[in-house]
């Protein structure tokens, strides 16, 4: 069992930055994928950036690449997501989640593949 708890989220000005934080309880953490999903008012939750168990791989939306970066730290049971240059269109509530299954190397996109959810975080960008 897994519980996430995100942090970080606020509201900021287009082309400011801003830097996720996803606390994960149990020992098991470190030995699952982690993704960074997000969902707009009215759309459905979309993949933003994902990383493998070990952290040795990372996949990116295209809607995000070279703006955001996804790391973490096993020590400190965390996942981050920084993210620079940000746009309006970036407004969402942001979520991590942990893979279903432990171990995987391929990073999932699917909402479905993630059995561990946070409670979510506003980032809201002003134009």
């Known amino acids: 069992q897994v519980q996430l708890v995100e942090s970080g989220g606020g509201l900021v000005q287009a082309g400011g930055s801003l830097r996720l934080s996803c606390v994960g309880s149990?020992?098991?953490?470190?030995?699952?994928?982690m993704g960074w999903f997000r969902q707009a008012p009215g759309k459905e939750r979309e993949f933003v950036a994902g990383i493998n168990w070990i952290g040795g791989s990372t996949r990116y939306a295209d809607s995000v690449k070279g703006r955001f970066t996804v790391s973490r730290d096993n020590a400190k049971n965390t996942v981050y997501l920084q993210m620079n240059s940000l746009k309006p269109e970036d407004t969402a509530v942001y979520y991590c989640?942990?893979?279903?299954?432990?171990?995987?190397?391929?990073?999932?996109?699917?909402?479905?593949?993630?059995?561990?959810w946070g409670q979510g975080t506003q980032v809201t960008v002003s134009s």
């Open positions: 989640a942990a893979d279903d299954t432990s171990f995987r190397i391929v990073i999932a996109t699917e909402p479905g593949r993630y059995g561990y």
């Open positions: 149990g020992r098991t953490f470190r030995s699952y994928g």
